[in-house]
């Protein structure tokens, strides 16, 4: 059973241009949220896609989106990209939006970014 | 959001139990107390939940108090696989995980 799988596992970028990272979640899974870990940090909620839709979003600005697709796949893009972008961003999945508190994350391993 | 406070590193010996503590004053009565860790390199994985009594699984338990203000994660015999960030979270909602710095364990061999 494959777990939580995120691609690239590692990037880098200049300042002003676009990313888009790829993310699939773990078998019998449909939600799917996104982290930002900078170095030494804990992970900071990004957004959470159910049925397609961005159902919850943490404190970013626009210039972070999202899309989820039918087979619950996701993809997190980050445009004009500043030295501050850099770091893990780390992708969750979780079965089904209005579930018990009690339920768990599964985390994939991440993909670096790095903005120069 | 409801906030943690846990230390920032501890360590221990390899083979010896492991008591990692947080403290969660304002926690409600809804909010579920949730460890999960984050080995070096890796994202993080979730080890043990709990909301009002104490919980066992393969991995650790977790001892919460009774005014549950605060909860302690036993990692009963560490190995050097236990190094890791360990995060006390409080949730909520199955919305999202809300992180603090979390506590860097070092297991001593």
């Known amino acids: 059973d494959a777990g939580v799988t995120q691609s690239p596992t590692h990037l880098i970028k200049t300042r002003g241009q676009q990313v888009t990272l790829r993310c699939s979640p773990k078998s019998g899974h449909d939600t799917v949220s996104w982290y930002q870990q900078a170095l030494g940090q804990g992970p900071q909620f990004i957004f959470q896609?159910?049925?397609?839709?961005?159902?919850q979003r943490g404190n970013f600005p626009d210039r972070f989106s999202g899309h989820q697709f039918p087979n619950y796949s996701s993809e997190l893009n980050v445009n004009a990209l500043l030295l501050g972008d850099s770091a893990l961003y780390l992708c969750?999945?979780?079965?089904?939006?209005?579930?018990?508190?009690?339920?768990?994350?599964?985390f994939g391993p991440g993909t670096r970014l790095l903005v120069l | 959001d409801a906030k943690t406070t846990q230390p920032n590193s501890m360590e221990s010996n390899e083979e010896e139990p492991v008591h990692l503590p947080c403290n969660h004053s304002t926690i409600s009565g809804t909010d579920y107390i949730h460890w999960y860790r984050q080995l070096p390199s890796q994202g993080p994985e979730y080890v043990i939940h709990g909301l009002t009594s104490n919980v066992n699984n393969r991995m650790a338990s977790l001892a919460i108090a009774e005014d549950r203000k605060s909860s302690t994660l036993i990692l009963h015999r560490a190995t050097l696989r236990d190094a890791a960030v360990y995060y006390c979270?409080?949730?909520?909602?199955?919305?999202?995980?809300?992180f603090g710095k979390g506590t860097k364990l070092t297991v001593n061999p």
């Open positions: 979270i409080l949730r909520v909602s199955s919305e999202k995980l809300v």
């Open positions: 896609y159910y049925e397609e839709e961005e159902r």
């Open positions: 969750a999945s979780s079965f089904g939006l209005a579930g018990a508190p009690g339920g768990t994350q599964y």
